[in-house]
């Protein structure tokens, strides 16, 4: 299945409730800093796919940024798109900056459908069965160039979820979910 940018804006605009949220919800999820904009310069280990997005502007998401940076987090086995927790996104972010580097973070893991996280859990050890990664509400990535530990370090600041630090495999685990570290 191919999906083109115009397809997965359309799909985005109708199945993303948070951009549409009432004030109150939308005050929640804003970030709290006084930043003009907000972008990650991505790389999918898996797809090969690169890109550099502006995500949010002067106090506002923006439909588009978030639109590529969903089918960036696809599912690529299955290439399924879903959306993500803003927050999950924003912390993404906050790691970036404070690291203070404009580096390319590599996506190892982003939004997995409930067949490909169930595939996974049968062919290897350590995957949740109600993963948060189903839920868009988890990632897995690292930043080349950058010392594994140090990007951990700066995960564990800025985060207000979950955290791993995979030592074997050389990338972090970033969720939503309770606040808690393995």
């Not at 990007?151 to 979950?162: E, N, R």
Request: glycine content about 6%; hydrophobic content about 35%.
């Amino acid at each position: 299945m191919s999906i083109s940018r115009r397809q997965l804006l359309k799909w985005t605009c109708q199945s993303a409730p948070l951009l549409a949220a009432p004030s109150f919800v939308q005050a929640s999820i804003q970030p709290k800093s006084q930043d003009q904009f907000r972008a990650l310069k991505l790389r999918n280990l898996h797809t090969g796919e690169r890109a550099d997005i502006t995500y949010w502007e002067q106090g506002e998401y923006l439909i588009d940024g978030l639109a590529d940076i969903f089918l960036m987090m696809r599912d690529h086995r299955e290439n399924e798109v879903a959306s993500l927790d803003l927050a999950l996104i924003d912390q993404l972010h906050h790691v970036q900056s404070k690291l203070e580097t404009n580096r390319e973070i590599m996506l190892v893991s982003g939004y997995r459908s409930p067949k490909t996280n169930d595939d996974l859990r049968h062919a290897q050890d350590g995957i949740a069965q109600e993963s948060l990664h189903m839920m868009g509400k988890a990632l897995d990535f690292y930043i080349p160039g950058i010392n594994h530990r140090h990007v951990h370090k700066a995960t564990l600041a800025v985060s207000t979820g979950g955290v791993h630090y995979y030592r074997k495999s050389g990338f972090i685990h970033l969720d939503t979910g309770r606040k808690r570290r393995w």
